[in-house]
């Protein structure tokens, strides 16, 4: 099969990569090297069956694929409160630009997020079933989109009813 990761240059997706490549697959990899490292990828540069492109998944892309693994998005904390607005432009677009490619290539898409979309659990561990605790207030705390944009970001600051909109979002 021929296979896109998002974020094939971060810590999750170079090995995701790697483990396909072994698989017999056909990898693309797409980053924007924001906490992604070309090293992590060097030893598989070589590989006929694999192709880097830097990439910025807040724009689209077009590529012939089975199988779509977005896993592109900064994922700790101080990375992810960097640029608030950035990171949730990426979650929100990044699975739009994965779902439009995946609509048009009739590929599965496997979305990659965090234990934070339930919030503070009452469960543990959580599974399936289980919705979450999340609170809707700005500073309830979630992956992607959920990601509240914090005090570095002027526009959310100046009304709580956007910061709400789109911490809630
Ligand atoms: N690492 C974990 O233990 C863990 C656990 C659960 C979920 N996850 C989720 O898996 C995903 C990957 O996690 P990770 O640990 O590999 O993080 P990571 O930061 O190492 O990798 C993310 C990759 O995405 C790239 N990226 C960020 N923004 C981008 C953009 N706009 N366009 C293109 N590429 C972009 C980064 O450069 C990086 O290479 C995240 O969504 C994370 O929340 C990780």
């Not at 990171?87 to 590929?107: E, F, H, P, Q, Y």
């Not at 979450?132 to 959310?156: D, Q």
Request: hydrophobic fraction near 35%; include cysteine.
């Amino acid at each position: 099969m021929r296979i896109l990761v998002t974020g094939g240059a971060g810590f999750l997706g170079s090995h995701l990569c790697e483990r396909l490549l072994n698989d017999g697959h056909e990898v693309v990899a797409i980053d924007n090297l924001f906490t992604g490292r070309k090293l992590n990828i060097a030893h598989l540069l070589k590989h006929p069956n694999f192709e880097f492109v830097r990439h910025d998944v807040i724009d689209p892309f077009k590529f012939e694929v089975d199988q779509i693994y977005n896993l592109a998005c900064p994922a700790s904390p101080p990375h992810y409160q960097y640029n608030p607005i950035k990171t949730i432009k990426t979650s929100v677009m990044g699975a739009i630009n994965c779902l439009g490619l995946a609509k048009r290539t009739r590929a599965r898409v496997f979305q990659a997020s965090t234990s934070e979309v339930y919030g503070d659990p009452q469960v543990h561990p959580q599974p399936e079933t289980y919705w979450g605790h999340v609170s809707a207030s700005p500073s309830a705390r979630g992956p992607g989109c959920s990601r509240p944009p914090r005090r570095r970001s002027m526009v959310t600051r100046r009304s709580t009813r956007s910061r709400r909109a789109i911490g809630a979002t």
